[in-house]
């Protein structure tokens, strides 16, 4: 390889962060570099993310730039929860190894940033080993559904939450996660809803089992699938990516296994 494509090369595979306000931000002209995206398509799913509106300010950040023919352009300025919010939407072995590498840039930068707690001020509560394995357990079945490795899944949510090792995680990391975890296992990003659709069979395990549980169940079959596209923050399945068939499916067994768990604890309080 050329010197001049190896210097090439080493910038294409640098995430570079900036300091604003006291924090980390990524560009976004940097996400549509890094994971090959047109710039104007990162600026439509940013636009498309259904967040609230103080959520939107606080994390991204309308900023501009001077593109070749010298006119300015818009941009955004986003910070680590902005951009796993719009990353979110990204798929692909190489998408998450960027995710990654995006998530570990922040750590290191506000790494560089903390200022260590007074001495006995710190109120830290491990949390407890059997909580953590319960954690795992399902984190590993989210990476069984997203097509990830352990090592891959984990890196990222360490990365979300700010933790440098799930293995070390105190009570209030470890609520993060779990909010995060869920996130991941329900809703379908944004920039994904009505992509990639399913065809009727496709649909077929997660309406196959939607009309089990209206069959054995309380509650309609509309009134089931209307929860199912709340949880997934779709309009309706026909709106479903092909990826997420999984998902789904996995809404509506812990739903029926809930509901069947609860009807058999009643039973038992009657007798």
Known sequence: MSEKGSKNKEVT??????????????????????????????????????????????????????????????????????????????????????????????????????????????????????????FEGVARYWCFLEGLSWEQGKRQIEGVIRVPDLYEMDALAMDSAWTYLRMCMRIVPPKMRGKDICSKEELSPVNGLLDYWAYCGQSSRDELLGSLCEDMCIDSLECLPKSYVPHAVSIVWEGINNESGKRHAQQEASY
């Open 13 to 134: 595979t640098v995430v570079e962060l900036f300091m604003e306000n006291n924090q980390p931000m990524a560009s976004s002209l940097l996400v549509a570099e890094l994971f090959e995206k047109r710039h104007d398509n990162v600026l439509q799913s940013i636009n498309d993310l259904d967040v609230p509106e103080d959520f939107r300010r606080l994390n991204f950040q309308e900023s501009s730039y001077i593109n070749k023919q010298n006119k300015e352009q818009p941009s955004f300025n986003m910070t680590r929860d902005g951009f796993s919010l719009l990353a979110m939407g990204f798929t692909g072995k190489k998408a998450m190894e960027w995710k990654i590498k995006f998530l570990e840039a922040f750590n290191a930068m506000e790494a560089r940033l903390t200022i260590p707690p007074a001495e006995g001020k710190l109120l830290y509560k491990k949390a407890k080993p059997e909580a953590v394995r319960a």
